[in-house]
């Protein structure tokens, strides 16, 4: 059973709201699976010599997302409130092909089956529960996970749209087939919007004793 994961990534960030602005970036992220967790720390570069870091986690039951230009000058700062919470628990909950163990109903998630290549599934931590729709390949691995309300920063409202995440470029480590490959995006009146294109680098596991 996975307890904890170390993983680095590399990708493209749209930086624009309405259009398309990718940015490429670089980030460490380390998972925790009991008590659900993460912290994401990436650096975005928008321009030689002129860097964005964000600091998007989910940690003991709160979820922050800040964003700055140089560390210094703050762009985006939202935690304590429990629609970030949520948000950030999706996160966590959409990201497990990369932690697959936490997916077992042993640990806590609740399967409902809705036809022959989909199935919801329900993650409680606290007071947050959070339910997606995972599709499957012919192979019986988790091709997307969507979420039909996580909040969207609009104009500085949050703005509860639906998200997915797809994963792709299957590999074997350490006995589980995970996703090397992925791609986030709002689900939009007018058509997918991704926002995150990434891969993982480096990948490593601690697992309970």
């Not at 904890?4 to 709201?17: D, I, P, Q, R, Y």
């Not at 940015?23 to 912290?39: A, E, L, M």
């Not at 995006?185 to 309970?208: C, M, S, V």
Request: aromatic share 10%.
């Amino acid at each position: 059973m996975v307890a904890a994961v170390n993983l680095k990534h590399t990708g493209a960030f749209n930086m624009s709201e309405t259009g398309e602005k990718w940015k490429p970036f670089t980030s460490t992220q380390r998972v925790t699976v009991h008590r659900p967790g993460f912290d994401w720390e990436a650096r975005v570069q928008i321009a030689p010599g002129l860097a964005v870091k964000v600091h998007d986690a989910y940690i003991a039951g709160e979820g922050i997302l800040h964003a700055s230009l140089f560390g210094l000058v703050s762009l985006v700062s939202l935690r304590g409130t429990p629609e970030v919470a949520q948000g950030e628990l999706m996160r966590f909950f959409a990201e497990t092909p990369w932690y697959p163990t936490a997916l077992l109903p042993s640990q806590g998630v609740q399967w409902e089956a809705v036809d022959d290549t989909s199935a919801k599934a329900t993650l409680k931590d606290g007071e947050i529960t959070v339910t997606m729709l995972f599709r499957f390949d012919e192979n019986g691995l988790i091709e997307s996970g969507r979420a039909e309300a996580r909040g969207r920063t609009v104009a500085g409202k949050v703005v509860p749209t639906p998200w997915e995440g797809r994963w792709s470029n299957y590999e074997l480590r350490h006995g589980m087939r995970i996703p090397i490959e992925g791609e986030v995006a709002w689900i939009l009146p007018e058509g997918p919007k991704p926002y995150w294109r990434g891969r993982i680098t480096n990948l490593t596991y601690e697992f309970a004793q």
